[in-house]
């Protein structure tokens, strides 16, 4: 299929949801929307996954391919890409299975460990269990304070706690599981935070590295989405060995969790230069300042050609790349 063949293409944007993120996934909807127009689509419709007619209009739109811009639950975890498998629509981004497992923290960190990613210690608790004593003395025993308390499938910092007193555990696991989820645990490793974003399917590459200065405890709800210029610098400064082997290990997780078309692989540079990963998103945001867009245009990729890319990742990895 040629470039012009692909940009004749009915794309239908998918964002909203249900999820804590739904208002960040309008965004990043809007932002693609925009962006596929501009790169010379025709037909682009952004649809709410959460309108109560979403399913029949997207049945009855006659789309050639879904972009993916819906975060957190329902749009990263598998569930709106198996009902897309069930339309037979190919779409943008990781497919059922390794959206699930990199979305499912515990089950990602797993995956991480075979193959051969340093990641923080941790454990993961059910939600609705209540720490005893002896479980918050073990735990703390086991890990060390400070320690980040999560949910374990969750995205955008939200319910994430950083605590510094065995007495704010009990309650950073009830946030954590507020919503149902597992909470997850983990020490806190310290270092340089960095970002790296990975775009492909068969022969991933990774872009260049984002730094992230925050001059918070960490990088929480309100510093993600404040203007990039207060917070981004590209390339991260970086050794260049360590550098190359942050790269090295985003394109290995990519590969450990099965992604397609793009990830972003989240790290803590140690000061001995080891990069220990944290997540791995499937989604990122996507409006024009977000992470993974910000690096793509330093590495000379602008946000349509980045989203035009995108689409066609989407029809290679559903083999509706020849015609």
Request: charged share 25%; net charge negative; glycine share 10%.
């Amino acid at each position: 299929m040629t470039s012009q063949d692909v940009l004749g293409l009915k794309v239908v944007v998918i964002a909203g949801g249900w999820s804590d993120e739904k208002e960040i996934s309008l965004d990043s909807g809007r932002a693609c929307q925009k962006a596929l127009t501009e790169a010379g689509f025709k037909g682009v419709d952004l649809l709410d996954a959460a309108d109560g007619e979403f399913v029949s209009k997207l049945v009855a739109g006659g789309y050639d391919v879904a972009f993916v811009a819906m975060h957190g639950r329902y749009g990263e975890d598998g569930c709106i890409q198996g009902l897309l498998e069930i339309l037979h629509m190919p779409y943008t981004f990781s497919g059922v299975l390794g959206s699930a497992v990199s979305t499912e923290k515990e089950v990602a960190k797993t995956l991480y460990r075979q193959a051969g990613i340093p990641t923080p210690r941790g454990t993961d608790v059910a939600a609705g269990t209540k720490l005893t004593d002896d479980d918050v003395d073990r735990i703390v025993g086991e890990l060390g304070l400070p320690l980040f308390v999560k949910p374990a499938a969750n995205g955008s910092s939200f319910g994430v706690t950083r605590v510094t007193s065995a007495s704010q555990l009990r309650e950073a696991v009830e946030r954590a599981t507020a919503g149902g989820d597992r909470a997850l645990i983990e020490e806190c490793v310290t270092g340089t935070e960095i970002t790296v974003p990975v775009i492909g399917n068969a022969e991933p590459k990774a872009l260049p590295i984002v730094e992230i200065v925050t001059g918070a405890e960490f990088y929480d709800l309100k510093v993600k989405y404040e203007p990039s210029s207060m917070h981004h610098v590209i390339p991260a400064r970086l050794e260049a060995g360590v550098y190359a082997r942050a790269q090295e290990l985003a394109v290995r997780a990519h590969r450990a969790l099965g992604c397609l078309g793009a990830s972003r692989s989240d790290f803590i540079v140690r000061e001995d230069g080891t990069p220990v990963i944290l997540e791995t998103n499937t989604i990122p945001g996507m409006t024009e300042t977000s992470l993974l867009p910000d690096s793509a245009r330093h590495g000379g990729i602008e946000f349509p050609e980045l989203c035009k890319k995108f689409v066609e990742y989407a029809l290679e990895a559903h083999g509706k790349s020849e015609a």
